[in-house]
Nanobody, 115 residues
């Protein structure tokens, strides 16, 4: 069973950068797809960035060119580098792992973009 723990969230000014990490207590293997979701107050959870087992990445249009997802299977960790942050990026960010069609979720990490 995989347990995911996010870290790296916090308060950042508009235009700033933040790097989120997601560490898995169990191993992340090649077949796993990883992703970052976020949920803002009053909004539904949305997929922000995903990375498939073969390394293919995808991003929601609003973060393209600003966010980068990466994974390090050897370290059982997935990252989300967030640049040029704006207040609309404020949300709780959740790490997600998909394995054989099943979802595993982290508890979430709050990112607040404000002056």
């Amino acid at each position: 069973q995989v347990q995911l723990v996010e870290s790296g969230g916090g308060l950042v000014q508009p235009g700033g950068s933040l790097r989120l990490s997601c560490a898995a207590s169990g191993s992340i293997f090649r077949g796993d797809a990883m992703g970052w979701y976020r949920q803002a107050p009053g909004k539904q959870r949305e997929l922000v960035a995903g990375i498939t087992s073969d390394g293919t990445t995808k991003y929601v249009d609003s973060v393209k060119g600003r966010f980068t997802i990466s994974r390090d299977n050897a370290k059982n960790t997935v990252y989300l580098q967030m640049n040029s942050l704006n207040p609309e990026d404020t949300a709780v960010y959740y790490c997600n792992l998909k394995r054989y069609g099943m979802d595993f979720w982290g508890k979430g990490s709050l990112v607040t973009v404000s002056s």
